[in-house]
């Protein structure tokens, strides 16, 4: 049988993430750095999911979910293809 000292117990401290874990469609597109029209653009294509609407109003983003799309932006550039915007422009037909 052990006893314990506690002398050398050590309290940690556990700090609050900074972050909200969903967004309203302003504060969304800031967290990704976008545009607002670029940020609509990329929800109503789909490539940026949005979880449900509040009260028939207003979309709510689910930080893992634009986490995801940050990381599909990644994985995308690191396989030598153009980037996701620049696919989708070319789905649409917008000429570069």
Do not use: C, W
Not at 25 to 36: F, I, K
Not at 69 to 77: C, E, P, T, V
Request: glycine residues 8%; hydrophobic residues 40%.
């Amino acid at each position: 049988m052990s006893i314990m000292d506690s002398s050398k117990l050590t309290l940690v401290k556990v700090e609050k993430d900074p972050l909200p874990a969903v967004f309203r469609e302003r504060a969304a597109a800031r967290y990704l750095d976008l545009g607002r029209d670029k940020f609509r653009e990329l929800v109503r294509t789909g490539a940026i999911p949005f979880s449900f609407h509040v009260n028939g109003k207003h979309r709510i983003f689910l930080r893992s979910e634009l986490d995801g799309y940050l990381l599909g932006l990644k994985q995308h550039r690191m396989g030598g293809r153009e980037s996701l915007l620049a696919a989708l422009d070319e789905k649409k037909g917008v000429a570069k």
